[in-house]
């Protein structure tokens, strides 16, 4: 958490990300135009939000095998800095789909398998809210992060899938072949994924080493 | 009578001619940015996004920092 190679890893990356997002040839798509370079960083933050829950979910089956606190703040951090690129995605998805699907909202199967999604992780900060007991608040929100992670994949992954959807990859549009992903974008898609995952990870272990300070702070 | 149909025919063929004129200039070329990157205007986006994501890890490197001097109070 404190080493610094993988933060100038991520600096580099990102920073590919913005010069070649821009610079770098895309295809030339009607209704698209040159909004396809959004591939590079609206979905990168949905790919972010996934990967830091699914670190949350691993926090929340340690601390429930450990009894330990300091896994629940890992777990808290976790879900907190998932729950921010979250709302990113979901802005920066909407503000795509207002000038490229006609509307912000269109009630597609993904949009509304994320918002419902959203939504059961809002819900995991105000459990947490309301319980005020340490190990009964760690105990009892590990158990509901395991089954907030757990709703992802049909949510997210499996129905959108097998509807309608106005999304490329569901709904019998072929995924990303739309995008024609050709070799270009997959140059920048690539490390545009692991940059703006390093960076969520970051941002998360920050919070945690606060976290971190703050607990041990308590135990004296 | 047959002034009529050579009119008409010539008519015909200018319509076409004409549609077939438009559909090549829509389907040429798709909307790019193409002004933006022929007047160099793109880099200035380039540069603006750059100082934003410039200005973000800078924070964030004051507080790793911070809190690396927080850990080690301890």
Known sequence: ?220 | MLKKISEMSKQILLTIYLLLITVTFSSAQTEMADVMRSNGKIYVVVTVLATIFAGIFAYLVYLDRKIRKLEKEK
């Open chain 1, 1 to 220: 958490m404190r080493s610094w190679w993988w933060k100038i890893l991520c600096f580099i990356l990102v920073g590919f990300t913005v010069l070649g997002g821009f610079l770098m040839p895309v295809p030339r798509l009607d209704i698209l135009n040159e909004t396809i370079r959004n591939l590079y960083f609206h979905v990168p933050m949905w790919f972010t939000m996934i990967l830091l829950f699914a670190g949350a979910f691993y926090y929340s089956i340690k601390y429930l095998r450990t009894g330990n606190l300091k896994d629940d703040v890992y777990a808290l951090q976790f879900t907190n800095t998932g729950i921010f690129f979250s709302i990113i995605g979901m802005l920066t998805g909407m503000e795509w789909a207002q000038y490229t699907w006609g509307a912000a909202w269109s009630n597609d199967p993904k949009e509304l398998g994320t918002a419902l999604s959203m939504l059961i992780y809002f819900a995991y900060i105000i459990l947490r809210g309301g319980l005020k007991d340490d190990e009964k608040r760690a105990k009892i929100s590990a158990v509901y992060n395991i089954f907030a992670f757990a709703m992802l994949i049909p949510l997210i992954f499996v129905l959108p899938r097998m509807v309608d959807s106005l999304h490329p990859g569901n709904g019998g549009n072929p995924a990303f072949k739309q995008y024609d992903l050709d070799k270009y974008m997959r140059i920048v898609f690539y490390p545009a994924v692991a940059g703006w995952f390093l960076l969520g990870l970051w941002i998360a272990t920050l919070k945690i080493r606060l976290g971190l300070v703050r607990y041990r702070k308590e135990m004296e």
